[in-house]
């Protein structure tokens, strides 16, 4: 084998679950003794993450114009804003193919590319390099027409979009489905209402976080003859961690929460973010017990400016890890109330932490959290349900959540910790350069 493998990694910014995700699989990969060596690169890094692109104040200039320039091209066939940043037509973006880094490796692994970052000229001088790609897709737009999730018109190779003001047959949505099709599809000729597929070897392997992702990418015709594979995102179990009761009531006392009462939390990245349903969850917290329940809500607050119960604290946004840890570690329940969600992050650092989850059974949650085991499912808004949930984890013994610590724990474990995640990826590599693993 190779004396060290190089991986360059792309994201296109330094905040949010891919770029965690990302960063996240870059240490493990350096760290796991596999011969690789995982470099990762994001377009803007305005959190301070380096290697970055936009590395002085005229380049971040570039990158924020690139995006507001894409948007504002787009407003010409947006349906209305509510669609603004919920669809991309890769129309903006830099070259990366001539980045120092992208020239030395031996793989390009694609995350999020948008934003402005890599359009589809982008692309295709990437695939031109002739390098093997992987690209881990966390959302559906290598496989859609220009969406992120939902889309309705997937399965019929897009066109006659929803969410365009003037849906056709052949809109934007079908145009950019083509052009997806010509550069990392099948060798084929696409028409309107027929298909001609010719099987070519794929210049791409994609990798998805969770299996629905992957099941909702199948119905698209990008995805024929390509290679596709579900690996969760990795996380450090050995930093994301139960607490000793001590140390749980210490982090209490710090965020100003009692040592007795159950303790309820919510996370997200913007709680205003409509997807993430906060509406829902303060219907739950508002309905429980407040002389039983506690409740911490962590995540940047852009919208939402009403009343909350005197039980429940905002303790805003927190990138700090060792924060972070501590609000799963405090807790008793993680309940999200996300309407629609791929492998969510949250989630895996709750179950770590052995702390079980309460979620709306959608996209790949049902992958994560086993009802009745590391916690409990209902139906997409049935938030009463909800609530019957929590009082009845309110009221067992302790027995009873000692046992469901240690099954979230085992779960995450076995499923998302860093060495299994870099052995499945490692396995990914291996089939794109096998000439350089010679083991």
């Known amino acids: 084998m190779k004396s060290k493998i190089k991986v360059v990694h792309l994201n296109a910014a330094s905040a949010g679950g891919a770029y965690t995700a990302a960063q996240r699989l870059v240490e493990a990969l350096n760290l796991g003794g596999k011969g690789i060596e995982a470099e990762h690169w994001v377009f803007e890094g305005g959190r301070g993450h380096k290697p970055s692109w936009a590395d002085n104040i005229f380049k971040r200039l570039i990158a924020f114009g690139f995006h507001a320039l894409e948007k504002l091209d787009f407003l010409r066939f947006e349906k209305n804003k509510s669609v ?5 037509h890769g129309l903006m973006g830099v070259d990366a193919s001539s980045w120092e880094s992208v020239q030395a490796a031996d793989i390009i692994h694609l995350h999020w590319v948008n934003k402005g970052f890599l359009s589809f000229g982008s692309l295709e001088k990437l695939l031109a390099l002739g390098k093997p790609i992987v690209w881990t897709c966390h959302d559906l737009w290598p496989f859609t027409g220009g969406c992120y999730w939902g889309c309705e ?15 056709s047959p052949m809109d934007l ?5 083509e052009k997806k099709w010509q550069l990392w599809g099948s060798e084929s000729k696409l028409h309107l209402n027929e298909l001609l597929v010719e099987r070519r070897q794929s210049p791409m392997q994609f990798i998805f976080p969770s299996a629905w992702l992957m099941e909702q990418a199948k119905l698209s015709s990008i995805s024929i003859g390509q290679h596709l594979e579900n690996i969760p995102n990795a996380i450090d179990t050995e930093f994301f961690k139960p607490a000793d009761s001590v140390h749980r009531a210490m982090i209490r006392k710090q965020f100003g929460f009692s040592e007795n009462k159950f303790l309820l939390l919510f996370a997200a990245a913007n709680i205003s973010d409509e997807r993430k349903g906060f509406a829902d969850f303060l219907k739950i917290v508002t309905a429980l017990d407040h002389d039983l329940v506690e409740v911490a809500v962590v995540g940047r607050n852009d919208k939402f400016e009403g009343e909350l119960p005197a039980h429940v604290k905002l303790l805003g946004y927190h990138s700090n890890k060792e924060i972070v840890l501590g609000f799963f570690q405090m807790a008793d329940l993680f309940v999200t109330t996300a309407k629609e969600e791929n492998l969510p992050t949250t989630i895996i650092e709750s179950l770590s932490c052995g702390t079980p989850v309460g979620a709306y059974a959608v996209g790949g949650i049902p992958q994560m959290v086993k009802d009745g085991e590391t916690g409990f499912l209902v139906s997409k808004g049935d938030w009463t349900a909800i609530i019957e949930k929590i009082n009845l984890f309110i ?12 099954d979230c724990r085992d779960f995450a474990v076995r499923n998302y910790s860093s060495r299994s995640v870099v052995d ?14 010679n083991d």
């Open 84 to 88: 603004r940043f919920a669809f991309s």
């Open 153 to 167: 018109n997937i399965a019929d190779g897009c066109g006659n979009c929803g969410m365009l003001k003037n849906p």
């Open 173 to 177: 949505s079908k145009r950019v489905f």
């Open 395 to 406: 009221e067992e013994s302790q027995e009873v959540i000692m046992k469901r610590k240690h």
């Open 424 to 437: 499945q990826y490692v396995a990914v590599y291996k089939r794109s350069v096998p000439y350089l693993f």
